[in-house]
Nanobody, 111 residues
Framework: QVQLVESGGGLVQPGGSLRLSCEAS????????MSWYRQAPGKRRELVGT???????NYADPVKGRFTISRNNAKNTVYLQMNRLQPDDTAVYYC?????WGQGTQVTVSS
């Protein structure tokens, strides 16, 4: 079972940026697609975006044009660059590959 560890969350003002990282315990991102999800208080967990093995990315409508997923296979790490953050982006962010989830990292957007 692969282990995933997210990092990079925190408190940021509206309009700011954060970069989240998801590090895997073994080389896996070069073989499987991975996804970022988020869950806001009182809401269902929702898909933020995915990156395929070939590097193709897809994003949910609310984050298109603001968020970017990238991958560094040599470091077994996938990133979520988040720009122009809004209060509605406040959530716990999770990475997922196959049926493995990370523990989540909190992102809070507030002035």
């Amino acid at each position: 079972q692969v282990q995933l560890v997210e990092s990079g969350g925190g408190l940021v003002q509206p309009g700011g940026s954060l970069r989240l990282s998801c590090e895997a315990s073994r080389s896996i991102f070069s073989s499987y697609s991975m996804s970022w999800y988020r869950q806001a208080p009182g809401k269902r967990r929702e898909l933020v975006g995915t990156i395929s093995v070939g590097g193709t990315t897809n994003y949910a409508d609310p984050v298109k044009g603001r968020f970017t997923i990238s991958r560094n296979n040599a470091k077994n790490t996938v990133y979520l660059q988040m720009n122009r953050l809004q209060p509605d982006d406040t959530a716990v962010y999770y990475c997922k590959v196959l049926d493995a989830w990370g523990q989540g990292t909190q992102v809070t957007v507030s002035s």
